[in-house]
């Protein structure tokens, strides 16, 4: 299991105009800030103001100006399942996004068989096209959402392309492309539509970037999602990336699997999921990442 290199403490400075935006939405003047540690790439803090109110506040003015508004979306998006707590978006702009302040609670003994089957019931929210109406991020990077014609249908080649491919090219261009990976990579291609055959689903509504860092336990002790990669994929690839960084128990898998049986499989197919966030995090990170990536590759040799 990897380590997710991805923890900072806040020290943010709540901007003029982010604050007077945030009194005209609210209705109310902001009193207090607390920051929060915690996240891979901005700042966040706790705000109250003089109604008595709490919210969270994130912010950022070095990301692109669209990424607080493709959180957004994500987050308004995966509201549509109702079935797993999404925090309420508030207001949002170009360096900022703030929250619905959720409070933390302590996990109901029931909470993994709770969150499996809520996650479950989450995929079962489906669509007729993989992708998504926009591109967004999966950390820093953009993911690729908008598919071609045939991606539309074919989970296979909207996978290989706007996930895989996507990745390594950043790669090349960030310098971590070997004859090693390149090799991995072309002999992937060549056997992907066999490794992916027999699992063939309608697309579902996925987080996206689901590791046990991007939910929250709530105060009535149940899950929360946060900080999405939103898309309509295959929900075996959400699956995977929960193993990638611990934080999900096999009650959680048996919850979800008693809810919405997987295919056949799924144990193989499952490291071509995770390659994906495993590039990504080379792409992000460095080097560290270059030989699990390699390794993933190669189980398929």
């Given at each position: ?58 912010m950022n003015s070095s990301l692109p100006d669209d990424m607080f508004t493709k959180e957004a979306n994500g987050l308004n998006e995966l509201k ?16 900022y996004i703030l929250l619905e302040q959720v409070n933390s609670g302590r996990k109901k003994n029931y909470f993994s068989e709770e969150f499996g ?142 809810t919405y049986p997987l295919k056949d499989g799924y144990e193989y197919r499952e490291n071509i999921y995770k390659l994906y966030h495993v590039l ?22």
């Open positions: 299991m990897a380590v997710r290199n991805c923890w900072k403490k806040s020290g943010m400075i709540l901007l003029p105009d982010i604050k007077s935006k945030i009194e005209k939405i609210t209705g109310s003047k902001i009193l207090a800030q607390a920051p929060v540690s915690g996240g891979c790439i901005s700042d966040s803090c706790i705000i109250e103001t003089s109604s008595g109110q709490k919210f969270f506040l994130k549509k399942a109702g079935t797993i707590r999404i925090p309420e978006v508030i207001s949002f702009g170009e360096s089957s809520r996650l479950a019931k989450m995929h079962l929210y489906l669509s007729n096209e993989f992708g998504f109406y926009e591109d967004n991020y999966i950390g820093s990077t953009i993911q690729i959402n908008i598919p071609g014609e045939n991606e539309k249908i074919n989970w296979t080649e909207f996978y290989f392309n706007k996930r895989i491919l996507f990745q390594f090219q950043l790669a090349e261009k960030n310098g971590y492309s070997t004859p090693e990976l390149q090799s991995g990579i072309k002999n992937l291609e060549s056997k992907i539509e066999n490794i992916l055959s027999g699992s063939e689903e309608k697309p579902s509504l996925i987080h996206g970037d689901l590791w046990g860092g991007n939910y929250l336990v709530d105060e009535s002790g149940l899950p929360c999602l946060i900080d999405p990669a939103v898309y309509y994929g295959h929900r075996e690839a959400e699956l995977a990336m929960t193993k990638l960084f611990g934080g999900f128990d096999k009650t959680f898998y048996e919850a979800y699997n008693e990504n995090h080379l792409n992000l990170f460095g080097r560290g990442y270059y030989s699990q990536a390699i390794s993933l590759l190669n189980y398929y040799r």
